[in-house]
């Protein structure tokens, strides 16, 4: 059923209404001053049975008048929340920061590392160039260990056949 005359105007007036406080939010947000939009003026109370369709009744939509101060509490929350984001960005940038310094920190931990690793390497190498020309002595060394031990065996030897000969000697004499 389509709408006639006054009940037309009010839900016209009702959906204009949101734009209106839209377009004042925004305008509060962004710093703007705007008009205030204009009032639309309040329609006179029907009677219930004074329509011209006959005897069906309409329901008038219960507005709210809004706070005078809703400019300044969407001021107020939009600045707040600039602040807010303008702490999470800090927070955010610091966060950053300290993890570049981490990052130069580690890397200065890495080339000193590095610096040690090659330390240790020169010198590895420096200890396996005197082994090798130690290598030489330590080779006639050994050779002179197995002479040694070949020669205290040959000791022992010649020790067992002395107390053997001494033995038969003194056997021999007492007879």
């Known amino acids: 059923m389509a709408a006639t005359g006054d009940e037309a105007a009010a839900m016209d007036s009702i959906s204009r209404e949101p734009a209106a406080v839209s ?3 925004i305008a509060a947000a962004s710093g703007i001053a705007q008009a205030e ?11 219930p049975g004074a329509n011209s369709d006959g005897g069906v009744e309409t329901a008038e939509e219960a507005v709210e008048p809004a706070e005078p101060d809703i400019n300044e509490l ?8 600039g602040i807010f984001l303008q702490g ?22 890495y080339m000193e590392m590095k610096d040690i690793s090659i330390n ?5 190498q420096d200890l396996n160039n005197k082994y090798a020309s130690l290598q030489p002595y330590l080779d006639q060394i050994n050779k002179i260990e197995e002479q040694v031990s070949a020669l205290e065996q040959a000791a ?3 020790d ?3 107390k053997k000969l001494e033995a038969r ?3 021999l004499e007492k007879r």
């Open 23 to 25: 377009a004042g939010l």
């Open 37 to 47: 939009p204009p009032e639309t003026p309040p329609s006179a109370p029907k009677k």
């Open 74 to 81: 969407c001021a107020d929350m939009f600045e707040k929340m």
């Open 88 to 109: 999470e960005l800090t927070a955010t940038c610091e966060d950053y920061l300290l993890l570049e310094n981490m990052n130069k920190l580690t890397s200065l931990k």
């Open 120 to 124: 240790i390497s020169r010198n590895l």
């Open 156 to 158: 022992y030897k010649l």
């Open 160 to 162: 067992a056949y002395s």
């Open 169 to 171: 000697f003194k056997k």
